[in-house]
């Protein structure tokens, strides 16, 4: 058997922060070229027949070992030696094996587990804050300083002590680890995660599960969706899907497969297709400290079970204004389709002005007109969401977009070549997106990407974040080789 490695991307939630909770609403999420890494090793050096050794190299004290008992039922038992506990890690393995055993019977997982597994986690390091390492090294924070730190560096504490920048690491990490066992156990095929398959819609659902059981709660579940499809606009799935499994007593046996199943009608997610333009990127960064989501949201859905009529009007006014924004991108997308040369000159001259100047061109050449105006729409309708964010925080009494935010991306939209921007997600004070011109050639003016580094760089509490979009749709496998620094990792370990 072979080492299986799985990698899963990151999130932000651009558009749809709160209304995505709801069923009836959707949000535009954009998966990260930052990824969750989970690798595989079959031949253990460390563990011995039906145990699991985990590994998470970058954090102190992440080491962890499971013995597995299959029959006369699945058990995943941490050893008593572990210094700490991962519920996520526990519960994704012991999910994925379970649920491997009723697929493919106990004498393959078996079979499977003969020489036991080695699994080594690692995640890029746009996960986990570098403001830290940037001053440790004495390096200005900026995008060029970033390439500088060593991939999957370790972050010298542990798990528990780790400032996280909202990438959404857990639903990262576990779709790339139950997605990887479930290629390992041979339960779906490494070609199932990179098509629209039956196996990467299992792989999707059993996160899904995990994740709410890790996490103690159904959320929208719009970052395993992002982890297992990349970006897209989501609609959530109804979480009575799930009650059975919650609820109970989960140590007493149970039967996965009937929930899971892709071909349980009660997933009713929507996973609707989208991508930024060409020419654009997203620049994201992490701002401070962090919020605390669970207690943003219980209070603004307090809020709006109170202000029922209120809150309706104004989730109905964002929700348009979201789908606007998502069709203003796709029709940008499809303006570059048309003519791609036009539209590469076009991103070259509105990445030299402001946005409000954008419009008042009288000599604009007209096959650019319409390629203009959508760039413009696009941005109106960012800050036109952004301004209803605002008021959906005060009237609830929750910093979505606190007056600190609200003074950064004032400054980071009135820059040259600046699409929109907002807080992502929940909102409060820890990251910030924006969409930026990114055209191939700027000359001779500064790229929108320098300025905004330039604007970021005289913020205090700002430090950017390598990430792009990713264009791939979510999780793949991935040949070790190709992954620069993995293998390093893995001899660390
Ligand atoms: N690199 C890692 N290795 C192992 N477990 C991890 C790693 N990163 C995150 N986790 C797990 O995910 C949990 C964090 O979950 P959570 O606080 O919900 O994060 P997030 O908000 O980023 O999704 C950690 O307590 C740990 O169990
Ligand atoms: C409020 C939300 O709609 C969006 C929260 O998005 P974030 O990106 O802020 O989430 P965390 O990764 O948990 O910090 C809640 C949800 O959809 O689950």
């Avoid at 897209?232 to 009650?243: A, I, N």
């Avoid at 100047?357 to 319409?370: G, K, L, V, Y």
């Amino acid at each position: 058997m072979s080492t299986t490695v799985v990698s899963s991307p990151g999130k932000v939630l651009v558009a749809g922060g709160y209304l995505v909770l709801d069923p009836a609403y959707s949000g535009i999420v954009v998966s990260t070229s930052s990824r969750f890494y989970t690798v595989i090793q079959p031949t253990a050096a460390s563990s011995h027949a039906n145990q699991i050794q985990v590994l998470s190299p970058q954090f102190t004290q992440a080491s962890w070992r499971y013995d597995v008992t299959v029959e006369p039922k699945l058990t995943v038992v941490p050893n008593q030696e572990n210094s700490s506990k991962n519920k996520f890690v526990h519960l994704a393995l012991e999910s994925a094996i379970l649920l491997a055993t009723e697929m493919k019977g106990s004498s393959s997982v078996l079979s499977a587990l003969a020489a036991g597994l080695d699994i080594t986690i690692a995640g890029d390091n746009d996960f986990y804050s570098q403001r830290a390492k940037l001053a440790e090294l004495n390096l200005p924070r900026n995008l060029e300083s970033l390439t500088k730190i060593p991939p999957f560096a370790p972050t010298g504490g542990s798990l528990a002590q780790v400032h996280k920048t909202g990438l959404g690491s857990s639903a990262a990490l576990i779709t790339s680890l139950v997605s990887a066992l479930l290629v390992h156990f041979s339960v779906i095929s490494s070609a199932d995660l990179s098509e629209d398959s039956e196996g990467r819609h299992l792989a999707h659902n059993l996160a899904q599960y995990v994740h709410c059981l890790a996490q103690g709660k159904v959320g929208s579940g719009f970052d395993v969706a992002a982890a297992v499809f990349g970006s897209h606009l989501y609609t959530r799935f109804d979480p009575s899907v799930l009650e059975d499994l919650m609820t109970g007593d989960t140590t007493s046996p149970r039967t996965l497969f009937p929930t899971l199943s892709p071909k349980n009608r009660a997933w009713n997610h929507k996973i609707r297709p989208f991508a930024l333009p060409p020419l654009t990127r997203i620049m994201l960064a992490d701002v401070d400290a962090g919020s605390d989501t669970p207690s943003l949201v219980g209070k603004v859905l307090k809020w709006r079970k109170e202000n029922d009529a209120e809150a309706h009007a104004l989730w109905t006014s964002i929700d348009q204004l979201n789908q606007s924004f998502a069709s203003i991108l796709t029709r940008i997308s499809e303006l570059h389709d048309r003519d791609p040369a036009v539209y590469s000159a076009a991103v070259k001259y509105l990445s030299s002005l402001q946005p409000v100047q954008w419009m008042a061109n009288p000599w604009t050449p007209p096959e650019e007109e319409d390629i203009m105006t959508a760039f413009y729409d696009a941005h109106q309708t960012s800050e036109a969401i952004r301004a209803k964010m605002r008021e959906m925080g005060r009237l609830s009494g929750v910093p979505i977009e606190p007056s600190e935010q609200t003074k950064l991306l004032d400054e980071c939209v009135r820059q040259a070549g600046v699409i929109g921007g907002g807080v992502p997600g929940a909102g409060g004070f820890d990251a910030i997106w924006l969409l930026v011109c990114d055209p191939v050639d700027c000359s001779p003016d500064q790229r929108p990407t320098e300025r905004i580094e330039y604007v970021w760089s005289h913020y205090g509490s700002v430090s950017p974040l390598m990430a792009v979009e990713s264009k791939a749709k979510g999780s793949r496998t991935e040949n070790i080789d190709d992954i620069m620094g993995l293998k390093d990792t893995l001899r660390l370990s």
